[in-house]
């Protein structure tokens, strides 16, 4: 399979950095454009793949085409590439908000699309990425694997059923990160108040932080046995949690996250 990537920016970059070194693509068959051509040149002198002076150029060579640019210029991206998308190549779009309807209009209604949602821990291979996939059938099954293989060379990969659960999924995966570290910048405030150097204190805090979800991950323990296993019985943590409770945390990041849905998905336009 050939891909392209137009955009090499934080999100495409990541992608097709992560593809090619970590065995989902060779470089001879991995296409990048970027209207900085320097993003594109660095990345292939780092993975052999091959820099384009075009969109079409790069769509023309390739198979399933990443556009990973700005969701304002999608639509002008998807006019330049419309004559490879109208001989059957893919379109996977990685743009917030920008819905499947709003290609098709552009390129017709026989497009196969991919709408996928990543998040920036993609950069370390660390991502989850929320992936729906539009006018795919049962012969179509090789080709939707390979597109999640290069994706999973990020991170974990989500299926989703419907279009929209691509935007709910925006609050919880792509947007959370900023919630993550607002409350790894907090504790790391705290720590500092208590005495550590902020580099100890922000160690502490991201290694507690990343050390606890890499724990539920790899032994499927609910968040909720694992809180109950470390509140002992009239101890230090389940004082936090009290307080915790009591100051509104929970409240506070559902209102939080319903703020970035309502943001997020739209009443219609959906696929």
Do not use: W
């Amino acid at each position: 399979m050939k891909i392209s990537f137009l955009g090499c920016g934080a999100m495409g970059g990541a992608l097709a950095t992560a593809a090619l070194t970590r065995g989902a693509a060779l470089g001879k068959d991995v296409f990048l454009y970027d209207s900085d051509v320097k993003k594109a040149e660095a990345i292939a002198a780092e993975t052999g793949c091959v820099v384009c002076e075009s969109e079409l150029e790069a769509a023309e060579k390739s198979d399933v085409i990443f556009i990973c640019v700005k969701p304002q210029i999608t639509g002008i991206v998807a006019e330049k590439i419309k004559p490879e998308i109208k001989k059957g190549k893919v379109i996977v779009s990685i743009a917030a908000g920008v819905t499947i309807k709003s290609y098709l209009e552009i390129v017709g209604n026989d497009a196969k699309i991919v709408r996928m949602i990543p998040n920036l821990p993609a950069r370390a291979g660390l991502g989850i990425t929320g992936a729906y996939f539009y006018n795919f059938g049962d012969n179509d099954a090789a080709l939707h694997d390979s597109i999640v293989e290069v994706v999973s060379k990020t991170g974990k990969v989500v299926t989703v059923k419907s279009e929209k659960l691509i935007d709910e999924m925006i609050a919880v995966t792509s947007s959370s990160p900023a919630y993550f570290c607002l409350m790894i910048e907090t504790m790391a405030d705290f720590g500092v108040k208590a005495g550590f150097t902020r580099k100890d204190a922000l160690l502490m805090a991201e290694q507690a932080m990343f050390g606890t979800a890499g724990y539920l991950i790899e032994s499927g323990v609910h968040p909720a046995a694992l809180k109950d296993d470390v509140c002992s019985p009239g101890g230090t943590t389940i004082a936090a949690v009290t307080a915790l409770d009591e100051a509104g945390f929970r409240k506070a990041i559902l209102e939080g996250m319903d703020a970035c849905r309502k943001k997020s998905v739209k009443t219609e336009g959906y696929s």
